[in-house]
């Protein structure tokens, strides 16, 4: 990769008091017994000589364990008092390098879902705060051993995106060293530096999935959409809207999920202009949120979306909508198409 452009490392400090500093240079030389070659460089003119000690390099082995797939459907912690859907990841450190005595400190950042979609918010937190995406953390750790601190992040009650996966992020750097006794010749113990990576930034990213169980190849899923027409008047069993009456019209809409779960239905309803939407029926309860697009000058579309993120496999859901019709219409057929999609 050849010689790097800037220096890793800068010695300053000596003053004015040393004349003909560089005159000689011995190495190999440890004198601390820290296994780490020091470095004794004379000033002649000064009669002095300046030792230049090797800080010990701390080696991290960092990651993160993460269950290879997550239920949704599983409430195994508490958040805000509420049994909620977890992850439990555990942040484990491993310290190498040299005699290093006493124990490192290390300071630590774990983020949660920092690759989620631009138009969703995280889908995980730390904390029971929704607004708690990230969580900070400190932990002593001996040389050459394992030691694993585990966190919890809660899913949010709404999630919209069930297909990215969930990324976490930990970043650390070193805290405080505790050593046990002072090094060998009675020099005072250096704090240890941290071995720079390639990319010079301390992360470590691991990610899991959303769980799915399929029954159907592909997790295919198969939506079936019926719907009928209630009218108010009735005339030898011929149904129909007489204008002027103050009454409404409800089409009753039949969802069946034949296939695997359909996540993110929707519903459509394209009907004529003389017709206006009203609202459907119990919208909280069945989680149905309707939006109304002008399609052209004679048609108008309703899209709405149907149950909490997901309609599971061989599912029903009723919906019924409250049309009425423009009192200026002409006597004719009303024709309604509906349909659905996932």
């Not at 490192?104 to 730390?126: E, M």
């Not at 995106?161 to 930990?170: G, Q």
């Not at 240890?192 to 990610?207: E, G, M, T, W, Y």
Request: net charge negative; hydrophobic share 40%.
């Amino acid at each position: 990769m050849g010689i790097t452009q800037t220096f890793s490392q800068r010695i300053s400090g000596l003053g004015n008091d040393f004349m003909m500093f560089g005159q000689s240079i011995s190495g190999g030389i440890d004198v601390d017994d820290n296994s780490y070659p020091d470095i004794a460089v004379g000033a002649y003119l000064s009669d002095s000589v300046v030792v230049l000690r090797t800080r010990a390099v701390v080696v991290m082995e960092a990651f993160m364990l993460l269950p290879p797939s997550f239920n949704r459907t599983v409430l195994r912690c508490y958040a805000n008092g509420q049994l909620q859907a977890c992850i439990n990841i555990s942040v484990c450190f491993k310290v190498q390098g040299g005699r290093i005595s006493g124990l490192i400190g290390l300071l630590y950042n774990l983020t949660a879902d920092t690759k989620h979609l631009d138009s969703y918010p995280s889908r995980f937190y730390f904390g029971g705060n929704p607004m708690f995406t990230a969580v900070t953390g400190q932990v002593k750790v001996k040389p050459e051993n394992l030691t694993c601190v585990s966190h919890s992040a809660a899913m949010r009650r709404i999630v919209r995106d069930i297909f990215t996966p969930i990324t976490f992020e930990l970043t650390y750097e070193l805290g405080e060293h505790s050593v046990d006794k002072e090094t060998s010749r009675n020099f005072s113990a250096l704090k240890p530096i941290l071995q720079q990576r390639a990319d010079k930034s301390n992360q470590v990213f691991n990610q899991t999935k959303f769980a799915r169980y399929c029954v159907w190849p592909n997790c295919s899923t198969n939506l079936q959409v019926s719907a009928d027409l209630v009218l108010p008047q009735s005339y030898n069993n011929l149904s129909y809207f007489a204008l002027g009456t103050l009454e409404t019209i409800r089409l009753n809409v039949i969802i069946f999920n034949a296939g695997d779960d359909a996540f993110l239905p929707r519903v459509h309803l394209t009907f004529p202009r003389n017709l206006y939407f009203i609202k459907a029926l119990d919208p909280e309860e069945k989680h149905v949120r309707c939006e109304v697009n002008e399609r052209d000058e004679a048609l108008v579309e309703l899209e709405c979306s149907v149950g909490n993120l997901y309609i599971d496999s061989m599912a029903k859901h009723n919906i019924t909508f409250l049309l009425d019709v423009v009192q200026s219409s002409d006597a004719g057929d009303l024709n309604i198409t509906v349909s659905g999609t996932w």
